[in-house]
């Protein structure tokens, strides 16, 4: 396992995961990831502060999102960090950062 592109991440899904089957088969599945951190300010009060994260995975790993994985669900998840980019319905050149998950962990109860 290579270092160099590792992302490590445990959250709760924003909202349900979306998938898209291909003519060849194969599964993707995105679903959005909230992180939150805590701290306290120079006035002493506490802080949180929640980061979102676009989540892609394909294959075994699509097919557990979308069979397990409902909104508001704690998973844990390890993966790479990736960019890309599209034009949009205006012709605007539009970028995107992703976690292709390779492995996930669900975490809390039922």
Do not use: C
């Amino acid at each position: 396992m290579s270092l160099r592109n590792k992302v490590t991440l445990i959250g709760y899904t924003g909202k349900e995961v979306e998938t898209i089957n291909f003519e060849s088969g194969s599964l993707k599945a995105s679903v959005s990831l909230a992180t939150s951190d805590h701290y306290t300010n120079a006035k002493g009060e506490k802080v949180e502060e929640t980061q979102w994260h676009n989540l892609i995975a394909f294959g075994k790993t699509a097919e557990i999102l979308q069979k397990y994985v409902p909104k508001g669900k704690e998973i844990a998840v390890e993966g790479k960090l990736t960019y890309r980019s599209y034009d949009d319905k205006d012709g605007v050149k539009r970028y995107i950062t992703e976690i292709r998950i390779e492995e996930i962990l669900l975490l809390g109860g039922k």
